[in-house]
C-alpha cells in the first residue's frame, strides 16, 4: 500500500467512523496530500519513518507555517500513523520521535482597570434588567468568579454582612471563601429586595434567577458582558473569562500574594496564577525602589 493510498483510506475511515465535520475533514485533507506530496504519494506506507515526518515539518518551518499550525500538522499525521499501525501497515508509531514544536506561551488578555470601570458603569439600574446585569457583572469583577460558578451561585452562599461569597466545588479542592467589595454588595443587596422576588420561586436556590425561571446559561451571561461592553463603547470586547485575567491582574500589581489569589480564583496549580505576573517596567521599578537596600 503507498502512501497515497494510505491517506486515502485513512480520510475514509474519519469520514465514516468519527464522524468528522466538513470543515475538519477539508483540513485533514489538505495537510495529509501536502505531507504525502513531500513523501512522495508512491511511497510503501511500511517504509514511513521520523526522518520523513521531521523533513516535512522542516520544510513546511520554511515556508512560515507557525509553530501552532506545525503542531496541528503533526498531531494529523499522527492519526494517520497510528491508524496504519492499527492496520498493521506500519510496524510502530514514528510520530513518537518527532518532537512537538514549542508553541510560545500567550499571556492571558485582560482589560484595562478604565475599560472595567466602564463595562461595570454600563447597564442602567433603575431597570429590573440592569440591576440584575449590573449586580452579576461586579459581583464577577470582584470575586472573579467563573461564569459556570457565578450562574449555579446559590442565594445561601452569599453572606452581605461580612462581604463573602462561598464557592462549592469538590472536584476543584473543596469550597473557598472569596470576598468581595462594597459596590458589589450594595448592588446585590438592591437585586435581592427588588428583582429576585419577581422571578424566584420559593423553591429556587439560585442567587441568581432568570426573568423565565431557573438558572441563567453560560452564553446568557456572554451576552451580557458584549452588549453592555458595547454600550460602554470599548473597541476590544472582553468575554466573562476576562473579567478573572484583569482582576487577578490588577491584585498582584497591587502587592496581593501569589498564593492568595490562586486561592480566590480557585486554580489547583500555582502555574495557572503565576501566567498574570507579568507587570509593566513602571511597575517594576517601584517595587525595586522599595525592596532594594540601595533604592
Do not use: C
Not at 12 to 26: C, P
Not at 58 to 73: N, Y
Not at 92 to 105: G, N, Q, R, S, Y
Amino acid at each position: 500500500m503507498t502512501l497515497g493510498e494510505a491517506v486515502a483510506m485513512f480520510l475514509d475511515f474519519v469520514r465514516v467512523e468519527k464522524g468528522l465535520a466538513a470543515n475538519t475533514l477539508a483540513a485533514y485533507e489538505a495537510d495529509l496530500r501536502a505531507f504525502a506530496e513531500h513523501a512522495g504519494a508512491g511511497l510503501e506506507a511500511g517504509r514511513l519513518d521520523a526522518d520523513v515526518v521531521r523533513g516535512y515539518l522542516a520544510q513546511q518551518s520554511k515556508r512560515g507555517l507557525g509553530a501552532s499550525s506545525a503542531a496541528r500538522h503533526l498531531s494529523v499525521i499522527r492519526g494517520l500513523v497510528r491508524f496504519l499501525v492499527g492496520e498493521r501497515a506500519l510496524a510502530a508509531d514514528v510520530t513518537k520521535l518527532v518532537d512537538a514544536p514549542k508553541i510560545p506561551e500567550r499571556l492571558p488578555r485582560a482589560p484595562t482597570v478604565r475599560d472595567v470601570k466602564r463595562l461595570l458603569r454600563a447597564p442602567k439600574t433603575s431597570t429590573p434588567t440592569g440591576l440584575t446585569h449590573a449586580a452579576m457583572l461586579h459581583l464577577a469583577f470582584a470575586s472573579g468568579l467563573r461564569v459556570s460558578e457565578l450562574v449555579s451561585l446559590r442565594f445561601a452562599d452569599v453572606d452581605l454582612a461580612r462581604q463573602l461569597v462561598t464557592v462549592r466545588h469538590a472536584k476543584r479542592g473543596g469550597d473557598r471563601a472569596i470576598p468581595f467589595d462594597g459596590p458589589a454588595a450594595k448592588l446585590l443587596r438592591r437585586y435581592i429586595r427588588k428583582v429576585r422576588p419577581l422571578h424566584a420561586s420559593s423553591t429556587d436556590v439560585l442567587l441568581f434567577v432568570s426573568p423565565h425561571g431557573g438558572a441563567y446559561t453560560r452564553e446568557h451571561v456572554w451576552r451580557i458582558v458584549r452588549t453592555h461592553a458595547e454600550r460602554a463603547g470599548l473597541s476590544a470586547l472582553p468575554s466573562p473569562h476576562q473579567l478573572r485575567h484583569a482582576l487577578a491582574t490588577t491584585l498582584l500589581a497591587g502587592g496581593a500574594h501569589l498564593v492568595a489569589v490562586q486561592r480566590m480564583l480557585g486554580h489547583a496549580d500555582l502555574g495557572s496564577t503565576v501566567r498574570y505576573t507579568r507587570v509593566d517596567v513602571a511597575t517594576l521599578r517601584a517595587a525595586h525602589r522599595r525592596a532594594h537596600p540601595r533604592g
